[in-house]
């Protein structure tokens, strides 16, 4: 029985009234709800309906009939094309607006919290603002090709610019393009598994204007690495280093394990809050340098340290929040599990004189319940986990520690939702909730929440 009133392929026309949390339109076609990319609240549009599922339908954009007040004229050539920016064509204060009410929503569905969610410190200028790109490496007719992948396919739509990106990364791309055509390396195709140049990643220092480039390859052997090395180092000035990421697996996972060091630094140095962080090619670093230390200044607020604390700092990374707490807190321990970030970590305390942090490696669900058990426990507690939130043991252990105050840095509403669910049934309360843009221009929402333990 097909109970939905359309189906694939069908030219429907409808009233766009929200946007989800991917960012796409919604609309109801004979009240059956279809999303819309690339629309906003108060459009009429056509739509060309690509999927039909059970309670929804997917449509592609085809014609806006009335357009809504929220809308800009996208300033990049590529908008619709790349997938990049979900939200390009919404004036930046809808943007933030959204945001807000993404976080709100999904706190109250996913965990029943009716929370005040802060206004969005967003961006005064929202552009160029990412310290990293990463970028396939394809060929096409004989051309090496750089870009991003055409929307759900893996064809690479070749780009020279891109406007949330540092103008560095740019330049750094397309003289890797140019070097690669006039040395002819070998180019990586995914389908077969062959030939070699698969990636190339680049960071860049905000404040020094240093690029680090990484190259993943699949293989050791680089033909005219002395000539890349060259004809890059006079192309592009201000190099921190070229690393060379071997990786020989197939699939969409970018960097390997090994690496070798083709000339200068294997790490960039960027400044956040006064002090000095070196970041390697597989160490996370927030890629908006500016709205991280926004982010940072918010999670000092919220930990109102008054130098007599422990702080744990849970997936830590290259350390940052941790040392950027450190100067108010007795003592600093960062927990991260990826070995060259804890490297990075240790040598960050070096780097900046700090002498009271200590960063361990290990999973923060196996480790923290150990630590506690041998009578290791802090007042306050930062965890920033990636997209899926944490692991259940590790807030189980939280709830029994008990710290003063819990600030929860996340970068998905949805498990932060799940993760808040369960901490505020078990101890805790939320006291302030707080999204700051890490990513303009996208659907992407970064979210500070302080929690303090509820006393018995
Ligand atoms: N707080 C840091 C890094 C946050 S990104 C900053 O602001 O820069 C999340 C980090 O968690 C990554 O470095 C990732 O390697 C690490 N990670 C992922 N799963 C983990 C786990 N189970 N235990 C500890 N660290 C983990």
Redesign the pocket.
Known sequence: MNSSPVSRGQLIELNIYDLNNKGEGVGRYHGFTVFVPGTAAGDQVTASVLSVQKTYARALLHSVLHASDCRVTPPCVHHGACGGCQLQHLAYNEQLGLKRRLVATALQRLAGLDLAVQPVLGMADPWRYRNKAQIPVGSANGAVVTGFYAPRSHRIISMDSCLLQHPANDRAILAVREALQALAIPIYDETSHTGLVRHIMVRTSFTTGKTLLVLATNGRQLPESKQLVKMLSVSLGNLAGIVQNINTRRGNVILGNEEQLLCGLPYLEEKLGGLTFRVSSR????VNTLQ?EV??AKVREYAALTGRETVF??????????LYLSRQAKKVVG????SS?VTDARANAQINNIANTEFLQ??????VPKLLAGGYRAGVV?I???R?G??AK?LATLTEMRPRRLIY?S?DPATLARDLRYLTNHGFAVREVQPVDMFPHTSHVETVVLMSRVEK
């Open positions: 160490s996370f670093l927030q991280a982010l940072y700092d849970l997936y830590c990374g290259a350390g940052t929040i941790g927990v991260e599990a990826i970030a290990a999973q923060a669900e196996e480790l930062v920033d986990p990636p899926k944490c692991d590790l840095v970068c």
